[in-house]
């Protein structure tokens, strides 16, 4: 849990805690802010999309960007990993984020993040 308290008011942004599984099953983690994070109305690809992000990180590796806008795979990322909750058109609440690893393999162990965006009072607040 991530809470960034200020003169804005707070953000607390819950993420999933450990998860395990075997290889060959699938496996979602969650994300979830209790203020709608901030959604871009401009552009094509980005149109209506909250920005929520995924990273991995592997021990003493650099992170590496998964999902953007959340739920637009990063260039050269497998199609295994698919985000969730980015768009109201398919459900998205601006609340609930989630990313899924459909056949999960050994070298996927490590440590997953959720990067939110949110526009405050007109001041962009980050949690992670």
């Given at each position: 849990?991530?809470v960034?308290?200020?003169?804005?008011?707070?953000?607390?942004?819950?993420?999933?805690?450990?998860?395990s599984?075997?290889?060959?099953q699938?496996?979602?983690?969650?994300?979830?802010?209790n203020t709608?994070?901030?959604?871009?109305?401009?552009?094509?690809?980005?149109?209506?999309?909250y920005y929520t992000?995924?990273?991995?990180q592997?021990?003493?590796e650099?992170?590496?960007?998964?999902i953007y806008?959340?739920?637009e795979?990063?260039?050269g990322?497998?199609?295994?990993f698919?985000?969730?909750?980015?768009?109201?058109?398919?459900?998205?609440?601006?609340l609930?984020?989630?990313?899924?690893?459909?056949g999960?393999?050994?070298?996927?162990?490590?440590?997953?993040?959720?990067?939110?965006?949110h526009?405050?009072?007109?001041?962009?607040v980050?949690?992670?």
């Amino acid at each position: 849990m991530v809470v960034n308290r200020g003169s804005l008011g707070e953000v607390v942004v819950t993420q999933t805690p450990d998860k395990s599984a075997q290889p060959g099953q699938s496996v979602t983690f969650a994300c979830k802010s209790n203020t709608v994070l901030y959604r871009y109305e401009h552009g094509t690809l980005s149109k209506g999309r909250y920005y929520t992000s995924w990273y991995f990180q592997k021990a003493g590796e650099v992170m590496k960007l998964l999902i953007y806008y959340s739920d637009e795979r990063n260039s050269g990322v497998s199609s295994k990993f698919s985000g969730g909750g980015g768009h109201p058109s398919s459900g998205g609440n601006g609340l609930d984020f989630s990313l899924t690893i459909s056949g999960v393999q050994a070298e996927d162990a490590g440590d997953y993040y959720c990067l939110m965006l949110h526009q405050i009072s007109g001041n962009w607040v980050f949690t992670q």
